[in-house]
């Protein structure tokens, strides 16, 4: 069974510096890999989508890579904003499962 | 595109009764809609999986009988939870998906926050 572990599990950095959150799944058979921001009492909102053929995507100031014989994904977050606080979550998808990671909760003080 | 309802956003019931929670997709067809539960400070967890007009697939250690899920057309999924108690209360997110995208992108709902009295 897919295990999908996220590193780390919350992280605090002041306004303004860059920073890079973790995935890393145990079945690298997999056809997309999504990242999620979740703020507290809230649904999901998808941040970037890579699918299995792709080694990364961008939207503004994040970065998304995937390294499927690794099993590890990376979310980089540049210039970090106090509004970036929320919990991020990876998932891969294996066809009908989509495995969610354990999630990293972040804190971008101002 | 691809957005995803749920209604209601929350609900609070009393012990013994039962209440349904729909989502729709509202622009895209769903052939497939899944089913999750989250609790404080946990990740979601997949309760099921359904296909338009079939019966739902069950993940191990969900009680079918008592988590109702209808899949009755291409925009709208039911999620019953019958005879509630308190250990329901939880988080409750669908997801949708067009399988005919080829993508397997599931586009989530906002959830909704049902708390058992």
């Known amino acids: 069974k897919q295990e999908v572990t996220q590193i780390p599990a919350a992280l605090s950095v002041p306004e303004g510096e860059n920073l890079v959150l973790n995935c890393s799944f145990t079945d690298s058979a997999i056809y997309n890999l999504q990242w999620f921001r979740q703020d507290p009492g809230k649904g999901l909102t998808s941040l970037l989508l890579i699918q299995s053929s792709q080694r990364e995507q961008t939207s503004g100031r994040l970065n998304a890579s995937l390294d499927k014989s690794s099993g590890r994904s990376t979310l980089y977050i540049a210039a970090s904003q106090p509004g970036d606080s929320a919990t991020y979550l990876c998932a891969v998808s294996g066809g009908n499962q989509f495995y969610f990671g354990t999630g990293t909760s972040l804190t971008v003080i101002p | 595109g691809a957005v995803v309802s749920q209604h209601p956003s929350w609900v609070i019931c009393k012990s013994g009764t039962s209440v349904k929670i729909e989502c729709r997709s509202l622009?895209?067809?769903?052939?497939?809609m899944f089913w999750y539960r989250q609790f404080p400070k946990q990740s979601l967890m997949l309760m099921a999986t359904?296909?338009?007009?079939?019966?739902?697939?069950?993940e191990q250690g969900v009680e079918k009988d008592k988590f109702l899920i209808n899949h009755a057309s291409l925009t709208l999924s039911t999620l019953t939870v019958t005879s509630a108690h308190p250990e329901d209360s939880s988080f409750y997110i669908c997801s949708a998906r067009d399988d005919g995208r080829g993508t397997y992108e599931q586009y989530f709902g906002p959830g909704t926050r049902l708390t058992v009295t």
């Open positions: 622009d895209f067809q769903a052939t497939t």
């Open positions: 359904s296909n338009e007009g079939s019966k739902a697939t069950y």
